[in-house]
């Protein structure tokens, strides 16, 4: 009788036991499901007050973007698209941003082969330039005829997960990480372009091919006035052109942990705004 009794008990304690596990297991699906909630809400939440301010900065700053060859007043009033940092107060917080204009950047859909062989042996060594150059001309051009260090069809159904290139122009500029010898490290930068001031000291330029190449130019020409350092220590003179009016401008900033790019144009003279081109979250700059 007591062996029984010990059995039932036992099965009893391993039942509790399976009970408790069980109980434990559920309990810890719901901690989790409820942490999981927390932070989709959390991040969406911030990714919704990131777009409001980008789109008060964006809606405060447009109407004073000084566009080139236009005389002002008042030049303090006035943002210049050359890539210098503004600050502003806005909801609590002050935002850090920037502006561009893109036509001071080497377009990758219009540069001849003679400008990229030029840009990537000026800013990645003659070794890399020519085939760089040779795989983007690929990528471009409509046909599987591979340049010498370039490359086409074979080669990017040959990576893991394969891919055609697009033998087209390149919609947006992040499609160059695609093409063969484009890395994030030499794409996002920093990449490191020294220079000396007027004062002796050294000067660091941090950027990447993301900031001194575009889609949006239009031209195979390059506005000088507002061409990163490193476009005019390595181009051609014959590759500059003068700049009037305003291009597609890029916007960067960050806010609510997060960094964004932005690219619009001006609604036109006869309406206020801009009319936005692409919106991107990026990694931090």
């Known amino acids: 009788m007591r062996a029984v009794i010990k059995e039932e008990k036992g099965?009893?304690?391993?039942?509790?036991?399976?009970?408790v596990?069980?109980?434990?297991?559920?309990?810890?699906?719901?901690?989790?499901?409820?942490t999981l909630r927390r932070n989709m809400s959390y991040n969406s939440w911030n990714q919704l007050r990131a777009r409001l301010t980008i789109e008060s900065v964006l809606s405060l700053v447009g109407?004073?973007?000084?566009?080139?060859?236009?005389?002002?007043?008042?030049?303090?009033?006035?943002?210049?698209?050359?890539?210098?940092?503004?600050k502003l107060e806005i909801g609590g917080q002050t935002v850090a941003f920037s502006i561009e204009d893109e036509r001071g950047?080497?377009?990758?859909?219009?540069?001849?082969?003679?400008?990229?062989?030029?840009?990537?042996?000026?800013?990645?060594g003659k070794g890399q330039g020519k085939d760089l150059a040779a795989a983007i001309l690929d990528w471009r051009d409509n046909d599987d005829d591979e340049r010498p260090g370039g490359?086409?069809?074979?080669?990017?159904?040959?990576?893991?997960?394969?891919?055609?290139?697009?033998?087209?122009?390149?919609?947006?500029?992040?499609?160059?990480?695609l093409v063969r010898g484009v890395n994030p490290e030499i794409y996002w930068g920093p990449l490191k372009w020294g220079e000396v001031s007027d004062s002796g000291e050294e000067v660091s330029w941090q950027g990447g091919l993301q900031d001194l190449l575009t889609v949006y130019n239009g031209s195979d020409k390059i506005v000088e006035d507002i061409a990163p350092q490193p476009l005019i220590d390595i181009m051609e003179k014959e590759y500059f052109k003068d700049g009037?009016?305003?291009?597609?401008?890029?916007f960067k900033t960050c806010a609510y942990q997060s960094c964004y790019q932005i690219f619009f144009t001006e609604a036109g003279s006869s309406k206020s705004g801009f009319n936005l081109v692409h919106w991107q979250q990026i990694p931090r700059f």
């Open 151 to 177: 490359a086409e069809k074979d080669y990017y159904l040959s990576l893991e997960p394969p891919y055609e290139p697009a033998n087209g122009k390149f919609v947006l500029l992040e499609q160059l990480l």
């Open 244 to 250: 009037q009016g305003l291009g597609t401008l890029r």
């Open 21 to 34: 596990a069980l109980l434990s297991m559920l309990g810890g699906y719901f901690t989790l499901e409820t």
């Open 105 to 124: 950047k080497l377009d990758i859909n219009k540069a001849t082969e003679d400008e990229l062989v030029d840009f990537f042996e000026g800013f990645l």
């Open 11 to 19: 099965a009893v304690l391993i039942l509790v036991l399976w009970v």
């Open 63 to 86: 109407p004073h973007i000084k566009p080139f060859g236009q005389e002002v007043d008042d030049k303090e009033k006035f943002i210049v698209p050359d890539g210098s940092t503004y």
